[in-house]
Structure formats: C-alpha cells, structure tokens
C-alpha cells in the first residue's frame, strides 16, 4: 500500500482544515487507517484511527471533540478534519495503514505516507 496525503497548510488559530489520504492498491478496505503527527523536537504521536470499515473510531485526548477522522472505502482514501486549531496542533501529520483494528499507536501501523505540513499560528 502507498499512501500519499495532502491538503496541510498555515491556518490562523480558530480555523479549519481538512487533511486527505489516498491509497495505491485494491486493498485499502482491509487495512485499518490512522493519523499521527510529529512536531519539531518531539515523539510521533497518535492523533485519530479508524477500523476497516469506518465503524469505529478512536482519538487522542488532546484532538478529542476537535477533530474528525472518516474514510471512504470506494475513493481509497482516509480524512482528518481538524476544527478549532490551536497552535500546540503545529506539526507534520502522517497516515497510516495497518492490519490491526484498534490503529491506535505506531506499533499498529505497517505503511506509512510522506506527511503533511500543519502550521497554526496564533
């Protein structure tokens, strides 16, 4: 699976953006996606997961309330959407893809996309 995610940028604090993550392959409905993020100095960490079929989901504490993951199996691709940004949300944001359901840490995660850039200011 390749993945190639899109759609970061430099938001004001307060606003919105929307990441996308396309997928390369027929599998894409097998695999469990998730996002993390690694700001400048600091451990990749886990923001949101979602299960195969997009009947679970599972979020950070810190982008709970905030932040929506869905995927759309026909599109091959995975979305972040981020609401009410702060700054502490700067960081480069990966997708993930892996076999286990609960995509929830980078242990779980088999392939990785080349990241995107979420810059907030305030």
């Known amino acids: 699976v390749q993945l190639q995610a899109c759609g970061g940028g430099l938001v004001q604090a307060g606003g919105s953006l929307r990441l996308s993550c396309a997928a390369s392959g027929h599998t894409f409905s097998s695999y469990a996606m998730g996002w993390f993020r690694q700001a400048p100095g600091k451990e990749r960490e886990f923001v949101a997961g979602?299960?195969?079929?997009?009947?679970?989901?599972y979020y950070a504490d810190s982008v709970k309330g905030r932040f929506t993951i869905s995927r759309d199996n026909a599109k091959n691709t995975v979305y972040l959407q981020m609401n009410s940004l702060k700054p502490e949300d700067t960081a480069v944001y990966y997708c993930?893809?892996?076999?286990?359901?609960?995509?929830?840490?980078?242990?779980?995660?088999?392939?990785w996309g080349q990241g995107t850039q979420v810059t907030v200011s305030s």
């Open positions: 993930a893809a892996g076999v286990i359901a609960t995509m929830t840490s980078i242990e779980a995660a088999k392939y």
């Open positions: 979602i299960s195969w079929s997009g009947g679970s989901t």
